[in-house]
């Protein structure tokens, strides 16, 4: 087992002070890098091979057992910093009010326009100002488990790399690339490539149930909680679709609309790899 770092016990570290400015998203921003809190992300993080530069831990907690076998994984110079700390500096660093006995400082990644652009008959899911945190880290859940090729967010949506966000996503951030974008540059520049953009809409004469999501690439495009998608998304829109609703209620929360299109295409996109003559996905 590889040498572990000094112990830290105070908040008054520098190094300390540069990982509780990370709870703000201008510090995020400037420095390229995001807080991941407790066991299940720290571990998600690392089997993805996300860049991870330095992971901290409360030494009196017992929670290094459950990372042996990570402590001498990763190339040489890439592996990340373990680093025993005071229960006080785990509280510092944490949104919650109960935190876990680790966490981790993440590098972010660079945006990947290629796989956004280039990736035949891809499924993007597009977020317009969706501004709840948790929506937006159950998009991202809901986009990595269908197997969507990208979640792009437009501007006025809540920040990826916010706590809450992080924690909603369940460590789907690690399995979908996620991006922010102007839509406004976005949207057209998909169409341009053959996408269709496809929104939603309770006035829309037409069945989600009763479009071929599964014909080339499909970009779904969701909007603000209260206010739907803004004007200058709208106009980029090809068609919208009706999520059918035989019960009563009003409408359906965004992340729910969004996972219903999103299995409703891979559903699709299934079945016709399934059918003869017909290329899979």
Known sequence: MRNLEPYLSSVANPRVKEWA????????E?????????????????????PVEAIAFDEGSGVLEQFRDDLDDGVE??????????????????????PQPIFAVARKRPPDDERLY???????AVLDGVQDPGNV?????????SGATAVVLGKGTADLYNPKTIRATMGALFHVP????????????AAERGAAIIGTSLQAASSCYEHDFADGSVWLVF???????????????????LIPMTG?????????????????????RMNRSRMPGIPGT
Request: aromatic share 6%.
């Open 21 to 28: 400015r990370l709870s703000e998203r201008k510090y995020r």
């Open 30 to 50: 400037r420095e390229g890098k995001f807080l991941l809190e407790g066991i299940h992300l720290v571990q998600e993080a690392l089997e993805a091979g996300w």
């Open 77 to 98: 110079g890439k592996r990340p910093d373990w680093i025993p700390v005071s229960p006080e500096i785990i509280a510092k660093c944490s949104a919650t009010g109960t």
């Open 118 to 124: 280039g990736t035949e008959r891809a499924l993007v």
């Open 137 to 145: 880290g159950t998009i991202v859940r809901s986009a990595a488990a």
């Open 178 to 189: 996620v991006l922010e974008a102007d839509l406004a540059e976005a949207l057209p520049k």
């Open 223 to 241: 909007g603000n909680e209260g206010a739907g998608l803004s004007a200058s998304v709208r106009q980029f829109v090809h068609k919208n679709v």
């Open 248 to 268: 009563r209620a009003e409408s359906l929360n965004v992340a729910m609309a969004a996972t219903v299109l999103l299995f409703e295409a891979q559903r699709q």
